[in-house]
């Protein structure tokens, strides 16, 4: 199976949906209190968000999903920097609406996402990056099991033009057996 293709993945906490225009309310009013988040990417407008993940799918960069929790959109996530030929893809472009973050839905999609892409499309290598400012993701990159490969320094421009260091993580096919038991007993909790 190939990374970029759509597909639906659920578990009892979470149900990752291909993205569709349809779910533009409900991610406009999760978006809602994550206005602190200078360090890291909230849409300012949903529906052209969406529309951009969209574009990145068609040219085979992402595979964008939506993030469903008792149906209602609650965030997004992809596949994205989708390096087919060499099976590795990162997981990012990923936000979540305040109301579900400290839940157990970031670690369900991480899960799901993991073991479609080892499992399923035979990865070699499954990518983690966050802002260094944003402790908060890169504590629960950490607490997926995903190890620290370095940091990105002066790695991008923020939209209000200020120098990202890249923080990147990564989880080797060797390794997916521990993190999926790690993951496994964190959501059965």
């Known amino acids: 199976m190939l990374l970029t293709e759509p597909i639906e993945l659920a578990d009892d906490h979470v149900r990752l949906v291909p993205l569709a225009t349809d779910h533009a309310d409900d991610l406009a009013r999760a978006t809602a209190g994550l206005e602190y988040a200078w360090y890291t990417s909230v849409p300012a407008s949903v529906p052209d968000d969406i529309s951009q993940r969209l574009t990145w799918r068609d040219e085979g960069h992402m595979n964008p999903f939506a993030v469903l929790r008792d149906g209602v959109a609650v965030g997004m996530t992809t ?29 369900a999609a991480k899960r799901l996402l993991l073991a479609h892409a080892f499992e399923a499309c035979d990865a070699i290598a499954v990518e983690f990056r966050t802002s260094w400012h944003n402790r908060q993701s890169r504590a629960a990159i950490e607490r997926l099991g995903a190890k620290q490969d370095g940091v990105l320094r002066n790695h991008r421009l923020g939209p209000n033009g200020t120098l990202r260091d890249t923080v990147v993580y990564s989880v080797l096919p060797h390794e997916w057996p521990a993190v999926k038991l790690g993951l496994d007993a964190r959501l059965a909790r």
């Open 79 to 107: 596949f994205c920097n989708i390096d087919q030929p060499n099976r590795r893809v990162e997981i990012g472009h990923t936000w979540l609406s305040p109301a579900v973050q400290r839940t157990a839905v970031n670690t």
